[in-house]
């Protein structure tokens, strides 16, 4: 498909686990975005990357998160020792250079037990 | 300090009529805003958007509008149909960090036949 894909779609782990996310954007975006949902809470951005740029990380919450882009396409997003109050939806977006428009990919839910 | 709010959870309309869902920011750098549009277990996806120098913009069915002054933003939908029942996001981003997108926590609409 030619959407922002992301995997996997539902994720079920125990408290003090490693998880890892994925998303594949769309083919040519150079910027990539992760955020993430919190029940009844807006987005809340994560990081972004712009092509060969340092990422920006000002919004992952710990240094339990981590985030890197491979070959400026796919990227993964790793929360270490994962908490209660990780559960969410985690969205990946991705956008044209020069382009506020983003799109979004289904989001992972994570649920950490 | 939530910059941009959306003081209504949730809205209901009945079909044919028109839907409002409003929408305020804190933060008078904001210079571009968005509304997204999510249905259950997808992403949120793209509508309609509007710069600061404008104060309306419409496409189709959907008008946004922006008072500047009072540092608040309506989108109209008319007239409303049955697959418009969603979560709306209203976002804003800045001169000062244009690729971050700040959003608001959403309104659920329901369109009632």
């Known amino acids: 498909g030619a959407g922002v894909s992301q995997s996997p779609s539902n994720k079920v782990t125990e408290k003090g686990k490693d998880v890892e996310l994925r998303c594949d954007p769309i083919?040519?975006?150079?910027?990539l975005y992760w955020y993430r949902q919190s029940l009844g809470q807006g987005l809340e951005f994560l990081i972004y990357?712009?092509?060969?740029?340092?990422?920006?990380k000002s919004g992952l919450p710990s240094d339990r998160f981590s985030a890197e882009r491979t070959g400026g396409s796919v990227s993964t997003l790793t929360i270490q020792r994962t908490q209660q109050e990780d559960s969410a939806v985690y969205l990946c977006?991705?956008?044209?250079?020069?382009?506020?428009?983003?799109?979004f990919g289904p989001g992972t839910r994570l649920t950490v037990l | 300090d939530q910059q941009v709010k959306q003081n209504s959870p949730s809205l209901s309309v009945q079909e044919g009529r028109i839907s409002i869902l409003n929408c305020d920011y804190t933060?008078?750098?904001?210079?571009?805003f968005l509304w997204y549009k999510k249905y259950p277990a997808e992403g949120p996806t793209f509508l309609i958007s509007?710069?600061?120098i404008k104060d309306k913009n419409e496409d189709g069915r959907f008008t946004v509008f922006l008072n500047k002054s009072a540092k608040h933003l309506s989108l109209h939908i008319v007239p409303s149909q049955p697959g418009d029942s969603a979560v709306y996001f209203c976002?804003?981003?800045?001169?000062?960090?244009?690729?971050?997108?700040?959003w608001g926590a959403g309104t659920k609409l329901i369109i009632k036949p």
């Open positions: 976002a804003a981003s800045g001169l000062d960090s244009n690729y971050q997108l700040i």
């Open positions: 933060n008078s750098m904001f210079d571009y």
């Open positions: 509007i710069s600061s």
């Open positions: 083919s040519g975006h150079t910027a």
């Open positions: 990357f712009q092509g060969n740029s340092a990422p920006d």
């Open positions: 977006a991705s956008s044209s250079f020069s382009d506020n428009e983003q799109f």
